[in-house]
């Protein structure tokens, strides 16, 4: 590497939430190596000059819940997030991905989660390990990298998968010791900490001593525990207080993945929420959380089933479905006592908008509501949803419309707020987070609403992720630190991705750099493969 360039007249908006300032910036062979200020002496000089001329210099945006984990192989662009400011995601979300996996478990979680990113037939799974797939990250497109840096959280759901099975019972002590070498493995090989899917199977077929038997071993190497809980429904605070408590017990950090109070039962409870999370901070608790700047959340359709449907895998799933009983069966838990998929509420098939499907033919039904689907065809809403189940094969991505605007703002005001995407990136019509997250929080809910400074909504998007990943150089516009920066237009910056348009690339951030080198320059994306693996340290502490 070979860059020599300064960046003048920026205005600083350095990571650390403290005002923003008037700087020459200038990065050295993918570092910043000086920082001057208005007054402050001899202006920097290099190769290169860029004028900011007023933009906003922050560090590259961390995306702490990403689900960019087969497209960054897939697509060397990858602009739904360099386009975004985005430097560094955060995969291996919800517990479930490829790594660590045998033959077995890489086709059914491939299977299972194919509504998250497509069925992987275009991808080479040349790897089985943790340290495996991080190394593929760093030599891919022949060994040029990948579109933005990269982390990974081992996925706890698939441990189990390779341990257990999809058997809904205890792990046996030989079983636990399993997935327990498994953590420490994956640990040991790179990565950052743990997920987990407890409203998805197998993960949430773990009891919660299992879970916490596994965050021991992962606080010993130094990572966190990220759990998707087991509601953001019908008992939502109690499920986030027992993570809360079974993270106290094993010693470990907790992030709380997409923190959202959603569903009619939790109008209004954000404060409840915070109230108790402040309680065990205050008490010493290391606890921080993510959430999307949006209402909606993003799942597949397949997660809200029972969980005792699920059980066996992808395979025993469509054939309780094809089986009329069991599918009667299915059909009353869903829609009348609540599934345990659902966050034991009973679904709204009127909430429900398919925005996704792997089988071309049912592509009539991506953009509508199941029930909307099924009034076309004159058929009840779950005869529509378990034909598209079938017809998909488990594939069908769907929007939620469940959530609250004031729970979203109160919860992004959070002192240990972060910002997380939980971008779904496959379907034709996703979700607009996938594309429109990061310029969501600058431009509506800090330069429209206020909601936020521009200089404490910037902390939350960058050093607060990078303290909770343990980056020592990444977070800050700081002489030292890596030159992941974003140049971008506070009056102007703003999501272009809608609900109608969700694919649209966002306005005002016409620079993107990684390790010094632009990725996004005069707001296009250049031929630029900067990315790679980000590895925790790995090392059992004692």
């Not at 579109?147 to 099975?165: E, H, K």
């Not at 792990?171 to 409203?199: F, Y």
């Not at 039962?265 to 999370?277: R, S, T």
């Not at 709204?348 to 953009?367: F, H, K």
């Amino acid at each position: 590497m070979d860059t020599d360039l300064v960046i003048r007249d920026a205005t600083v908006v350095d990571g650390t939430g403290t005002p923003s300032y008037r700087a020459d910036v200038r990065l050295t062979d993918g570092r910043i190596t000086e920082i001057r200020g208005e007054g402050d002496g001899p202006r920097p000089t290099a190769a290169r000059t860029v004028e900011a001329d007023g933009l906003a210099l922050a560090p590259g945006f961390i995306d702490m819940h990403a689900h960019s984990d087969l497209a960054l192989l897939r697509d060397p662009d990858h602009s739904a997030k360099a386009a975004q400011g985005v430097t560094l995601e955060v995969l291996g979300q919800d517990g479930l991905s490829y790594a660590p996996a045998d033959d077995r478990t890489l086709a059914e979680v491939r299977s299972s989660i194919a509504g998250w990113n497509g069925d992987g037939s275009d991808i080479d799974f040349d790897w089985r390990t943790v340290g495996g797939y991080l190394d593929r990250l760093d030599r891919n497109f022949g060994g040029q990298g990948i579109a933005v840096n990269a982390a990974y959280l081992i996925p706890q759901g698939t441990v189990r998968m390779l341990a257990v099975g999809w058997d809904d019972r205890p792990a046996t002590d030989a079983e636990l010791n399993r997935m327990k070498e498994l953590v420490a493995q994956g640990m040991a090989e790179g990565a950052v900490g743990m997920s987990s899917g407890l409203t998805y199977t197998p993960g949430m077929y773990a009891k919660n001593a299992e879970l916490t038997e596994l965050c021991r071993v992962v606080a010993a190497h130094g990572g966190y525990y990220c759990p998707h809980h087991r509601s953001y429904g019908a008992g939502a605070l109690q499920a986030y207080e027992e993570m809360v408590e079974l993270t106290r017990e094993a010693g470990c950090p907790l992030h709380l993945a997409h923190a959202t109070m959603n569903f009619g039962v939790n109008k209004g409870k954000a404060p409840e929420l915070l109230a108790l999370l402040d309680r065990a901070l205050d008490a010493g608790a290391d606890i921080s959380l993510d959430t999307y700047p949006y209402t909606p959340g993003c799942t597949t359709l397949v997660a809200m089933l029972p969980s005792w449907a699920n059980e066996g895998g992808p395979e025993a799933v469509l054939a309780r479905l094809s089986d009329e009983e069991t599918s009667a069966r299915m059909r009353q838990v869903v829609e009348v006592a609540g599934s345990d998929g659902c966050h034991g509420v009973p679904i709204e098939w009127d909430r429900i908008e398919i925005s996704g499907v792997t089988n071309p033919d049912l592509s009539d039904y991506v953009g509508r509501t199941v029930a909307e689907s099924a009034a076309l065809r004159g058929e009840e809403p779950w005869v529509t949803a378990r034909r598209v189940l079938i017809e998909d094969r488990l594939g069908t991505t769907i929007l939620q419309h469940v959530g609250h605007e004031e729970n979203v703002r109160q919860i992004m005001r959070h002192r240990v707020h972060t910002g997380g995407s939980d971008g779904i990136l496959q379907g034709s019509k996703p979700h607009p987070r996938a594309y429109g997250t990061f310029p969501q929080y600058l431009g509506r809910y800090v330069r429209e609403l206020g909601i936020l400074s521009l200089e404490e909504c910037v902390a939350h998007l960058t050093s607060r992720p990078a303290a909770r990943l343990r980056l020592p150089d990444r977070g800050l516009v700081r002489e030292g630190y890596r030159a992941d920066l974003v140049l971008f237009d506070p009056v102007t910056v703003a999501a272009g991705s809608t609900f109608e348009e969700p694919r649209t690339l966002p306005v005002g951030i016409p620079h993107v750099l990684i390790d010094g080198q632009f990725v996004i320059e005069d707001g296009k994306r250049t031929s630029t493969l900067a990315g790679r693996a980000v590895r925790g340290t790995g090392g059992a502490r004692g």
